[in-house]
């Protein structure tokens, strides 16, 4: 299908979203370039999307992609072409930066990237009394969506409220139409970050002791506000974690950051409502 309608962003069309959200200091000398972007929304195709949204996908459950079968996934993704959007720069045929759609988990319960799937998310959930609520809600094969949200790092976060909105749009066309879509809640899949210190640096730092509690931060900053309106949410550790990834992933000369899975469990009814806040949270002050 062709592009998708304009939505606002920062009272923007989305098309002209500056995405430079880091406002230069009056009195910084020093001089930077500014790179203005044209953000364009479309349907899913199957004949150009499969690898910009495995590679997504892959991104969003980082460590534990290889659990998963994500040509699968992105198959079954690519099956429903009018539910959810891409967010691309060079027009339709290039590779998303963004994506955001959902998946109803009783529906294709069966099929196998959603059975893993689901099995993955229950046992996950089981490790954090914060996610209790999760876990039932599956295993009832109650109609729960799975949301797939995921950007490229520096794509801005105003991007967010259009392609959620959009989807809360699609999903009611989709339910008018009779399609399985009439979700009782809606599953947000999303990562958070932890900064861990380097066991590189083990001879450098000698007695230093890193903090056993340290603050987990997300990486979508929506989240702060998606929690506000969830029945439940908390953080995993993935299955396939160690040391060496926190390494690969340093963000400072002396530390590195360990990742972890993230859940939010939004009941359908509040679900427009936590979109809306996450627009008026995410828009600069007048």
Same mark, same amino acid.
């Given at each position: 299908?062709?592009?998708?309608?304009?939505?606002?962003?920062?009272?923007?069309?989305?098309?002209?979203?500056?995405?430079?959200?880091?406002?230069?200091?009056?009195?910084?000398?020093?001089?930077?370039?500014?790179?203005?972007?044209?953000?364009?929304?479309?349907?899913?195709?199957?004949?150009?999307?499969?690898?910009?949204?495995?590679?997504?996908?892959?991104?969003?459950?980082?460590?534990?992609?290889?659990?998963?079968?994500?040509?699968?996934?992105?198959?079954?993704?690519?099956?429903?072409?009018?539910?959810?959007?891409?967010?691309?720069?060079?027009?339709?045929?290039?590779?998303?930066?963004?994506?955001?759609?959902?998946?109803?988990?009783?529906?294709?319960?069966?099929?196998?990237?959603? $059975?893993?799937?689901?099995?993955?998310?229950?046992?996950?959930?089981?490790?954090?009394?914060?996610?209790?609520?999760?876990?039932?809600?599956?295993?009832?094969?109650?109609?729960?969506?799975?949301?797939?949200?995921?950007?490229?790092?520096?794509?801005?976060?105003?991007?967010?409220?259009?392609?959620?909105?959009?989807?809360?749009?699609?999903?009611?066309?989709?339910?008018?139409?009779?399609?399985?879509?009439?979700?009782?809640?809606?599953?947000?899949? @999303?990562?958070?970050?932890?900064?861990?210190? @380097?066991?590189?640096?083990?001879?450098?730092?000698? +007695?230093?002791?890193?903090?056993?509690?340290?603050?987990?931060?997300?990486?979508?900053? $929506?989240?702060?506000?998606?929690?506000?309106?969830?029945?439940?949410?908390?953080?995993?550790?993935?299955?396939?974690?160690?040391?060496?990834?926190?390494?690969?992933?340093?963000?400072?000369?002396?530390?590195?950051? +360990?990742?972890?899975?993230?859940?939010?469990?939004?009941?359908?009814?509040?679900?427009?409502?936590?979109?809306?806040?996450?627009?008026?949270?995410? @828009?600069?002050? @007048?």
């Amino acid at each position: 299908m062709g592009k998708k309608r304009s939505r606002e962003v920062d009272g923007k069309d989305p098309v002209e979203a500056d995405p430079n959200v880091d406002k230069m200091d009056e009195d910084d000398e020093e001089d930077f370039d500014v790179v203005n972007v044209d953000f364009e929304w479309f349907n899913f195709d199957n004949d150009i999307d499969f690898e910009g949204t495995k590679g997504l996908l892959r991104q969003l459950f980082d460590v534990d992609a290889n659990l998963f079968n994500m040509s699968a996934l992105t198959d079954l993704i690519l099956s429903q072409p009018t539910i959810g959007s891409t967010v691309k720069v060079d027009g339709k045929s290039t590779d998303a930066y963004a994506l955001c759609t959902v998946l109803n988990l009783a529906e294709h319960a069966q099929k196998e990237p959603i $059975e893993a799937i689901s099995k993955y998310l229950v046992q996950k959930a089981r490790t954090n009394e914060s996610l209790s609520a999760i876990p039932p809600l599956i295993e009832g094969k109650n109609q729960v969506g799975l949301v797939f949200s995921e950007r490229l790092i520096n794509v801005p976060g105003e991007i967010a409220p259009p392609l959620h909105s959009m989807l809360i749009d699609e999903v009611e066309a989709a339910v008018e139409d009779k399609e399985p879509y009439e979700f009782t809640h809606y599953l947000i899949l @999303s990562k958070t970050y932890q900064e861990v210190e @380097s066991v590189l640096d083990v001879e450098d730092r000698k +007695k230093k002791k890193a903090k056993e509690q340290a603050s987990v931060y997300p990486f979508h900053p $929506e989240d702060e506000v998606f929690q506000r309106y969830a029945t439940a949410y908390g953080s995993f550790e993935y299955t396939k974690q160690d040391d060496a990834v926190a390494d690969s992933k340093r963000a400072f000369q002396e530390m590195g950051i +360990k990742t972890f899975g993230h859940m939010m469990l939004i009941e359908a009814s509040k679900y427009p409502e936590a979109v809306e806040a996450v627009k008026k949270y995410l @828009s600069p002050p @007048s």
